[in-house]
C-alpha cells in the first residue's frame, strides 16, 4: 500500500505541474466479449517513453513500455507488466495481448482504456487461460510533460490503473 500512495502523490505532483493529455482517443467498447472475469488487480508502475525524430523531423515522445507490478485485493504482488504488452505471474505462466478497442481516461492526462486480446506465451498456470485483459480506472501515464531534447533520452510517466483478467 505504501508503493501506490507514493504513485499517487507523484501522479498528484505532475498532474500540478500540467501533465499534458494522452491525445484524443475514439471512444469504443472496451467490455470483454463472452468472457468471464477471472481477476481484477491494481497497478502501479511507469510508461516509458523515449525521444524520437517524427516524420515532421522534430523530436517527441514515443511509448516504448510499461513497467508496472500488479496487485491482488489483499495488497500481494501477483504479476509483473511490462513490454509486449505482456503479463507474467511467479508460476511462470505468461501472456501476451493486443488492442482491440481503446476509450479516453475519465482522468485528464492519462492513458486510455482498453481492451487487450491475449495469447499464452508461457507455462500453464494463472494466467495461462486468460483471453482478455482490460485496463480500466487509468490514472497518469501520459507523455512527459516537458519536451525531450534529446534523440534517444529515456523519460517515464507514474500510472495506476486497474487490470481485469478474463477466460
Known amino acids: 500500500m505504501i508503493r501506490l500512495s507514493r504513485v499517487t502523490r507523484a501522479i498528484g505532483v505532475a498532474?500540478?505541474?500540467?501533465?499534458?493529455?494522452?491525445?484524443?482517443v475514439?471512444?469504443?467498447?472496451?467490455d470483454a466479449p463472452n468472457a468471464q472475469q477471472v481477476l481484477s488487480t491494481t497497478a502501479s508502475g511507469v510508461q516509458v517513453y523515449t525521444c524520437e525524430y517524427g516524420a515532421d523531423h522534430t523530436l517527441g515522445w514515443v511509448f516504448q513500455q510499461p513497467h508496472a507490478k500488479?496487485?491482488?485485493a489483499h495488497g500481494a504482488?501477483?504479476?509483473e507488466h511490462s513490454a509486449g504488452p505482456s503479463w507474467a505471474a511467479p508460476d511462470g505462466s505468461r501472456i501476451e495481448g493486443k488492442v482491440m478497442a481503446q476509450q479516453p481516461s475519465a482522468t485528464p492526462g492519462s492513458v486510455p482504456q482498453l481492451l487487450?486480446?491475449?495469447?499464452?506465451t508461457g507455462a500453464a498456470g494463472l494466467l495461462a487461460s486468460v483471453r482478455y485483459?482490460?485496463?480500466i480506472n487509468t490514472v497518469g501515464g501520459a507523455k512527459p510533460p516537458a519536451p525531450c531534447t534529446s534523440e534517444h533520452e529515456s523519460g517515464s510517466s507514474p500510472y495506476?490503473?486497474?487490470?481485469?483478467?478474463y477466460q
Open 15 to 24: 498532474g500540478a505541474m500540467g501533465m499534458l493529455a494522452a491525445g484524443a
Open 133 to 135: 485483459v482490460q485496463r
Open 26 to 30: 475514439h471512444a469504443q467498447s472496451i
Open 77 to 79: 504482488a501477483v504479476i
Open 116 to 120: 487487450l486480446q491475449t495469447h499464452s
Open 160 to 165: 495506476l490503473a486497474t487490470y481485469v483478467f
Open 70 to 72: 500488479l496487485y491482488d
